[in-house]
């Protein structure tokens, strides 16, 4: 099971990865079947995508979709702080002379339509074994116990090209990593946030306390800047 699935996910086999990818995975000797052992375990209300939407219902916010930030970096003009959360290594290889490359893993998901009222049993089936490509299949009508004569399932290919999903952890890759940080830790005015920021491999309660840390950090210099001090005078 962890093998060959390993292999799939990763291209790679556990020997040849970090022990905390394994480790992300609980072992118990009771029949809690939760993924997580937090005592409160919650999703947003409305899902994450309205959680999204509300947070960026601000007039002092302007979202632009289907942008590269490279095409349109010379437009930001000055700014105060930018917080940048996408691969950390393709914001230096423009800017520095490293050009190593983090390995970065992608998801190919493949829709399906049948004529039948269930494809199978959970939400969720992975499928660890190397008899099928896909790593797992998804049927969301689970999710939300929606009743129809027909249902809808997304298969799930890992695969290295395409918009990065997963940093790949290994002594390799956190070693070029290690040097692509000590080139942003230079940086006064522009903050990495997120799992492929900080090449981590951030579970959404992770990532999410990852940016509110940031937030609390930057608050609290913010205070106590002499220029703050100056101003209030």
């Known amino acids: ?100 490359k983090l390995e970065y893993r992608s998801i190919n998901f493949v829709t399906e339509q049948l004529d039948q009222e269930y494809f199978q049993e959970n939400s969720v089936v992975n499928y660890p074994g190397p008899e099928v490509e896909y790593t797992r299949i998804i049927e969301y009508k689970h999710f939300g116990n929606q009743q129809s004569e027909k249902t809808c399932i997304v298969k799930e290919f890992t695969v290295d090209e395409g918009e990065p999903y997963y940093p790949v952890p290994n ?37 999410f306390r990852n940016a509110l840390d940031l937030f609390f950090q930057l608050e609290r210099k913010d205070v106590l800047k002499p220029a703050n001090v100056a101003s209030a005078k």
Request: aromatic content about 18%.
């Open 171 to 207: 002594d390799k890759n956190q070693k070029i990593y290690e040097q692509y940080k000590a080139e942003a830790d230079k940086l006064t005015d522009v903050f990495f946030v997120g799992r492929l920021a900080n090449y981590k491999y951030f579970n959404m309660d992770q990532a």
């Open 1 to 100: 099971m962890f093998r060959h699935y390993t292999k799939k996910q990763w291209d790679k086999y556990p020997e040849e990865l970090h022990a905390s990818v394994l480790d992300r995975i609980p072992v118990r000797d009771n029949f809690d079947d939760r993924y997580f052992s937090d005592k409160y375990q919650a999703l947003p209300k409305g899902g994450y995508t309205q959680l999204f939407e509300r947070m960026l219902n601000n007039p002092n916010i302007m979202v632009l979709l289907n942008t590269d930030y490279f095409e349109v970096e010379e437009q930001l003009g000055d700014y105060d702080k930018l917080f940048y959360t996408g691969p950390i290594d393709r914001f230096f290889r423009f800017k520095s002379d490293l050009t190593q």
